[in-house]
């Protein structure tokens, strides 16, 4: 692969810098994000609680989605939660 060349800057300099920049974003890496599904018989809020009641410890619901199913003709309800949750590295300092 031919690097371009940039007067008074050494090829190997440009692709070093380059590498740099593409793990910076790597490094500083605050929040996980992830989501949760829970159902329930009686309503969505308790769906919605279902769904609480198994997000980690200090998790921020950052957007929620409900579903009514009907199952035989009773009405399920199917809540999924997105959260966020700062990383462990990110917390100690």
């Known amino acids: 692969m031919a ?9 190997k300099v440009l692709i070093g810098a380059a590498a740099i920049a593409a793990a910076l974003p790597l490094l500083n890496a605050p929040a996980q994000a992830g989501s949760i599904t ?9 769906a919605v609680e ?14 929620s989605r ?18 966020t949750q700062l990383t462990p590295a990110a917390t100690a300092n």
Request: glycine residues 6%; hydrophobic residues 35%.
């Open 50 to 63: 279902r769904a609480q009641e198994q997000m980690p410890a200090g998790a921020v619901v950052t957007a």
């Open 38 to 46: 829970a159902s329930s018989i009686w309503d969505k809020n308790n």
């Open 3 to 11: 690097v371009p060349t940039v007067p008074g800057i050494h090829p």
């Open 66 to 83: 409900c579903q009514e199913i009907d199952v035989r003709g009773y009405t399920r309800y199917s809540c999924t939660l997105e959260f």
